[in-house]
């Protein structure tokens, strides 16, 4: 019904930026939230980043806040994820996601679709 499909991963040396963008097609709407996840090798996915349907409201992980900004363009049904100041910690697949609810989600049970990740490295 609905496809996400990450871009913008890949290589990228500490403290420098990397801007994840995520296209949605099939069956979607602009009214759902949208988020970012992450997952490292080994451990669990954990929630990145979130937003609401207009784009006016974001929540972020303590462990990103002020360093990633969360974006949305609902015209082009995508969501972006803004990262800088890149630490070897963020190295990870990101995944993006839609929650099928004008609130946010914060936890993985909450979206609905996913994509299938892209890999971003984190040389130190």
């Known amino acids: 019904q609905v496809q996400l499909v990450e871009s913008g991963g890949g290589l990228v040396q500490a403290g420098g930026s990397l801007r994840l963008s995520c296209a949605a097609s099939?069956?979607?709407?602009?009214?759902?939230?949208m988020g970012w996840f992450r997952q490292a090798p080994g451990k669990e996915r954990e929630f990145v980043a979130a937003?609401?349907?207009?784009?006016?409201?974001?929540y972020y992980a303590d462990s990103v806040k002020g360093r990633f900004t969360i974006s949305r363009d609902n015209a082009k049904n995508t969501v972006y994820l803004q990262m800088n100041s890149l630490k070897p910690e963020d190295m990870a697949v990101y995944y993006c996601?839609?929650?099928?609810?004008?609130?946010?989600?914060?936890?993985?049970?909450?979206?609905?679709?996913w994509g299938q990740g892209t890999q971003v490295t984190v040389s130190s």
């Open positions: 996601a839609v929650r099928e609810a004008y609130g946010l989600g914060y936890v993985h049970d909450d979206y609905d679709y």
């Open positions: 099939g069956r979607t709407f602009s009214g759902y939230a």
């Open positions: 937003i609401n349907w207009s784009g006016g409201s974001t």
